[in-house]
């Protein structure tokens, strides 16, 4: 029998099975994640975000199989063919797989040939012929001949057909197939006949094979892709058939070794023998083959989907988390070269203040002119920051922005060039042609790059988190689990940070705990109405917000400059009797003890935990105390560019730039050097040292230092590395190049891993 529920949980997520029963309650009863690992530490026992995310995970597959688990049991009871021996076996799967291989035999099915063929009476035959290969087919046969079934062939066609469905159905069986196939198998790829030149980004496959289990999922998305467009031909092969010139008349290969021994056929030169090793051969070729290598290749892109998934959701974690201008008067520039670049000025909060339109670079080269537009806008509004997409013409209007920073040194202005991914799709959005009904659609994707520069997370709340573009094939993954992973991420990032509830946005507050997008959109109206709530109590006035919506919410929306000091922090409502406590204890009054670290420190936990508040929540409001409604974003920094290095062709071997990481995936990290197109650092050239994931050197936003080590300037590649000390050598194999002697040798004995390289720049994205 398997362990309950809570117990499996326990185990996978390294916790006791009453910290997992506890969780459990909390999230039935409608509490978030982010509102359970935060506020109910001591419910839990101290359960991470991390953990309570697995949980919710894990709980939901849990749940179904059990209710699968039950309506097999049923099913089977009521055809009366339950025996004890395989309840025990459905009581004992752990997994909807094995479930679904026990249950298959008991499936109503179609009108088969094997149902037709035990219809006609043949199954006798069938398991005469199995257990007796000293009987002669043709003769065993013509005792089965009837009114349907006129001769030998047909009557032996049928005992084929019953004995291919039983051996197909044999669970015992088709697991250790299953398993031997998943460790063993390779995955052949070669192009298709005449689509060489169309499937060119698909080179690197055109005649390729590699071992399944060792496959990254950056590859198999990548050749996934190359089969569905019609490039590719992908074949699941066994490693004797990789080495096999025909397998048309091949030896038994070892899937089909196994379904003899199973059923004890052998080759000993009987009547029936031959017989027999032809059933089982057809019943691999035709019917269990099909079936596993389907399932493989599903789960092949199951389990890429899931690690694309990761990339893509790490990605957003650190854009969402990306360090913040903070609240500065900032113009957003959006290039463009005939329409002109579009110029937005927004204050400290984000809101419009300005806009205009300019044409610096060709056809009309109005340069002074536009200078002169904005110095005067700068001057109008005391800009500090200049905010610039990074699409066509971002390196020239760079340039724009460096002149103008010299122009007006008094403002002490800084430029940054931002991604714009996304901000096409905000322009175009119902949200943004709500709150600027009146612009283009191009002056509000400069509102949009101004604003992401103030904020990263409160702008890109706004915009549908595919549309950002910092995943890993992410428009082949299953959309809607990419979507409910992005989900998560949103929700926790926003919760980490807190929200200004007096500013935030609808998209931002629904992100909250505990708010829903009616509730979100019911505080903004309440605010616009009756002006910035001074305390977070007020919440409660707003429509559909009911004590238990409050409760999960509250903690993480700050009120600044309110009537309660603690409510512009994270120390939770049902906390602040503890904090009179606090205060009561040390005499003195709340504003004396903010930020008062000394005081602060020398609290002991326990001398304060009581039967409601446990020593974990004491430490996290001590500590919120110390430094009230911190920030866990890094500080602001900036890349620069290289002056006269603004395409691919400016590019030399051995140049040592500034860069912005973009995209994070399993094979490296994308680095933007400002020439419209991102350079790759492969995960062996990250740093002077072995690492499995590149996050553990980077992640989206770094400003890095990269040298260059390839361009290819046709394919629009650049190879770059973070170990300065790497020499460029354009014959050079870059995936050894870049290796440390130890790491070239384990790669030599690999012959999978060395076209690790050239995958990874097949993957290469172009920027768009």
Same mark, same amino acid.
């Given at each position: ?139 065993? +046969? ?229 200078? +002169? ?146 509730? +979100? ?234 076209? +690790? ?12």
């Amino acid at each position: 029998m398997l362990p309950s529920i809570h117990q499996r949980i326990a185990s996978e997520i390294a916790c006791r099975p009453a910290q997992v029963e506890a969780a459990v309650q909390l999230l039935d009863d409608g509490a978030t994640v982010p509102f359970i690992s935060r506020y109910r530490k001591e419910v839990t026992g101290g359960l991470d975000d991390t953990q309570l995310r697995n949980l919710e995970v894990r709980l939901s597959y849990l749940r179904e199989l059990e209710e699968r688990r039950s309506a097999i049991i049923s099913n089977i009871t009521e055809q009366g063919k339950l025996s004890p021996a395989l309840n025990i076996q459905l009581l004992s799967a752990d997994n909807k797989q094995r479930l679904e291989d026990l249950y298959l035999p008991f499936k109503q099915k179609r009108r088969s040939k094997a149902l037709i063929a035990r219809e006609a009476g043949l199954a006798p035959l069938a398991e005469q012929l199995l257990a007796n290969p000293n009987l002669t087919p043709e003769h065993a +046969a013509n005792a089965f001949l009837n009114a349907d079934i006129t001769d030998a062939k047909a009557a032996l066609d049928g005992a084929r057909a019953i004995l291919i469905e039983g051996f197909s159905e044999d669970a015992e069986l088709i697991a250790k197939l299953r398993s031997h196939l998943h460790s063993q198998a390779s995955s052949k790829t070669s192009v298709i006949e005449g689509k060489q030149e169309e499937g060119a980004k698909f080179t690197d496959y055109f005649d390729y094979h590699e071992k399944i289990s060792a496959m990254p999922s950056h590859r198999i998305l990548a050749i996934l892709r190359g089969r569905n467009e019609g490039i590719l031909q992908l074949s699941v092969l066994l490693p004797e058939e990789l080495e096999a010139t025909s397998l048309r008349n091949a030896p038994p290969n070892s899937c089909e070794m196994r379904i003899a021994e199973r059923f004890g056929v052998q080759n000993l030169g009987r009547p029936a023998d031959k017989w027999l090793n032809d059933t089982v051969r057809q019943s691999w070729r035709t019917k269990i083959f099909t079936s596993l290598e389907a399932e493989l290749l599903s789960q092949l892109r199951e389990q890429a989907d899931i690690e694309a998934i990761k990339v893509f959701a790490s990605n957003m974690k650190d854009l969402l988390l990306a360090a913040p201008a903070g609240p500065k008067v900032t113009i957003g520039l959006d290039p463009g070269l005939r329409t002109g670049v579009k110029v937005a000025v927004v204050d400290r909060t984000g809101k419009l203040l300005d806009i205009a339109t300019i044409y610096p670079h060709e056809p009309r080269k109005a340069w002074n002119e536009s200078i +002169a537009t904005l110095a005067a806008l700068a001057k109008k509004h005391r800009v500090e920051l200049i905010s610039i997409g990074n699409g066509t013409a971002s390196r020239e209007t760079d340039k724009l922005a460096i002149e103008l920073i010299k122009l007006l040194p008094e403002l002490a202005m800084q430029k940054l060039v931002v991604s714009e991914a996304g901000a096409s799709v905000y322009s175009a959005s119902e949200l943004a042609a709500k709150e600027f009904p009146e612009l283009d659609v191009s002056i509000r994707g400069a509102v949009s790059i101004a604003r992401r520069l103030q904020d990263p997370l409160a702008e890109l709340v706004k915009i549908d988190p595919k549309a950002i573009g910092v995943g890993q094939y992410q428009h082949d993954v299953n959309q809607n689990e990419l979507a409910k992973m992005l989900d998560t991420v949103i929700e926790d990032c926003v919760n980490a940070v807190g929200v200004d509830v007096n500013s935030a946005s609808v998209p931002l507050l629904s992100r909250v705990s505990g708010l829903t997008a009616t509730m +979100a959109a019911n505080i903004v109206s309440y605010r616009d109405q009756h002006g910035a709530f001074a305390e977070r109590k007020a919440l409660l006035k707003v429509p559909r917000i009911g004590d238990k919506s409050f409760e999960l919410a509250a903690g993480f929306l700050r009120v600044m400059a309110g009537s309660n000091p603690l409510d512009a922090s994270a120390v939770h409502p049902e906390a602040y009797p503890l904090v009179e406590k606090i205060i009561a204890k040390v005499g003195k009054n709340i504003g004396q003890i903010i930020g008062d670290s000394t005081l602060l420190k020398s609290l002991n936990p326990s001398e304060l935990a009581d039967v409601q508040f446990g020593i974990p929540t004491i430490k996290d409001i001590l500590s919120e105390l110390e430094k009230p409604g911190r920030d866990p974003r890094p500080e602001f920094k900036t890349a620069s560019f290289a002056e006269g290095v603004e395409k691919i062709s400016d590019l030399k071997l051995e140049m040592v730039l500034e860069g912005v990481v973009t995209n994070v995936t399993n094979f490296g990290a994308f680095v933007d050097i400002g020439v419209h197109q991102d350079g790759l650092v492969h995960i062996s050239a990250l740093a002077n040292r072995f690492i499995k994931d590149p996050r553990e050197v980077v992640k989206t936003g770094d400003v890095v230092k990269v040298k260059i080590l390839e361009i290819d300037v046709p394919r629009k590649r650049i190879a770059l590395t973070m170990r300065l000390t790497d020499n460029a050598t354009p014959s050079a194999d870059i995936s050894k190049q870049s290796m440390t002697p130890k790491d070239r040798k384990i790669v030599e004995r690999q012959p999978e891993a060395q076209g +690790a390289m050239a995958a990874a720049l097949a993957a290469l994205k172009t920027k768009r």
